[in-house]
């Protein structure tokens, strides 16, 4: 049974994003911030996780899952208040709480994971998570003595020009042994007329009293950047977006061109298929082995296409099952559709799957053949082995049988047999 809780501080109201969602409610690739952190955390196996909301934004609680517990804070006084604001869910017989920000989308679970595991092993009373900056300015800076040993925390606006060239900065990622943490947040006090009481206040106090501080450095520090303005948003999105392509490389998926596919994080991809350039493949799609997408292709929500399917270039499908081996080369939309086996969709073909009230469901059996520029308006079906000529018009109800050749407008069966002359 894990013995640590995890800490998520998502009250910020983020005036620079210049939105009027709370900041940690922007998505980047489909998902709000906010949820890759919980993600991360919940991959850890706390006993607890608690998301620390603002009074004025509890809207966040709708996009948190139900086992998140939420604490309220009432007023922003500061990232000590909101952890105080947690407390009441933090059980008492946890040993440590790990902090953690709803503003930095892009930490992953190693990271925490090694925090956690370095905070145990040192039998600390607080670990600072730490990283070498490469533009440190605005970032309060690690101090440490001639052993290396963490002495301080200085803020960027007091230190002095040596201190500002050390790169090494605290990342607000903390892990704190929960009792001492009770301690320092019921002494420490504000030390302006603003009330507002910070973490690095408790860290201090801790250390002030010879509790044992150490710092923990992470390599990358992508991971604990906060996002706070709309063009940080795009970047953490293009981080998140490159390491969901290399995720699907490292399992045998061919990617032609990193810097026009995008791939969400929950669309599953089999060994062997290719993607085209511009492929977007949202989440909720399943993609076989050996297919080829694209390019100029999008896959939305409940496309699945089982192995060796072709989806070629300007062709839209969602919420349709391609069967093994089925093809649609190019243009069109497939909606709401299950596609057999071996069934070619020639260009143009479109699928009117909504009559002004609702969507309706079309099927196309095995080996079935559909021209070029047909309609099939749902509901309707399509036989195993039927063929639909070029440019026709399958009319709703009007169901085409096994075998059977349809064309015009409306498309009604050709009598193939010759006749004697």
Not at 141 to 158: A, V
Not at 337 to 350: E, F, H, K
Request: with cysteine; aromatic share 6%.
């Amino acid at each position: 049974m894990s013995n640590f809780c995890i800490v998520i501080l998502a009250a910020g109201e983020g005036k620079r994003m210049k939105s009027g969602l709370p900041k940690v409610m922007h998505r980047i690739n489909s998902k709000p911030m906010v949820n890759y952190v919980v993600d991360a955390a919940r991959k850890l196996g706390p006993k607890r996780i608690i998301a620390v909301l603002a009074r004025k934004r509890l809207q966040v609680r709708d996009i948190l899952d139900k086992d998140i517990k939420v604490a309220i804070q009432e007023r922003q006084l500061g990232t000590a208040d909101a952890v105080k604001a947690a407390l009441k869910n933090i059980p008492s017989n946890v040993r440590d709480v790990v902090v953690l920000y709803g503003d930095t989308p892009l930490i992953t679970e190693k990271t925490v994971r090694g925090l956690y595991d370095f905070h145990v092993a040192a039998f600390a009373s607080c670990t600072v998570l730490t990283t070498i900056l490469p533009n440190p300015r605005g970032y309060g800076r690690i101090l440490r003595n001639e052993s290396g040993q963490l002495i301080g925390i200085i803020e960027d606006k007091d230190a002095n020009f040596q201190q500002k060239a050390n790169k090494e900065i605290n990342t607000g990622l903390y892990c704190f042994k929960r009792e001492d943490l009770l301690e320092a947040l019921g002494h420490i006090k504000p030390l302006n007329n603003s009330g507002e009481l910070y973490l690095t206040d408790a860290f201090s106090w801790l250390f002030n009293r010879n509790k044992k501080i150490v710092a923990c450095v992470t390599d990358d520090y992508h991971e604990v950047l906060g996002v706070n303005s709309q063009s940080e948003l795009m970047e953490a999105s293009e981080i998140i977006r490159r390491r969901i392509l290399l995720k699907h490389l490292e399992n045998g998926v061919l990617v032609d061109d990193f810097s026009t596919v995008f791939i969400a994080e929950s669309a599953i991809i089999g060994a062997g298929t290719r993607i085209f350039p511009f492929a977007y493949i949202e989440d909720d799609v399943a993609i076989g082995s050996n297919c080829k997408v694209g390019p100029f292709v999008r896959l939305r929500c409940g496309a699945v296409l089982k192995d060796n399917v072709r989806v070629g270039n300007f062709a839209e499908i969602k919420n349709s099952t391609f069967g093994q081996g089925s093809s649609m080369g190019h243009l069109g939309y497939i909606g709401d559709t299950s596609v057999g086996m071996g069934v070619n969709i020639g260009a143009g073909v479109v699928v009117a799957n909504f009559d002004g009230k609702k969507k309706n469901r079309t099927v196309i059996g095995d080996k079935a053949f559909v021209g070029c520029d047909s309609v099939l308006v749902a509901p309707v079906v399509i036989g195993r082995r039927a063929v639909v000529g070029a440019g026709s018009v399958v009319t709703r109800g009007h169901d085409v049988a096994d075998g059977a050749t349809v064309a015009g407008v409306p498309a009604k069966p050709i009598n193939k047999k010759k006749k004697n002359r």
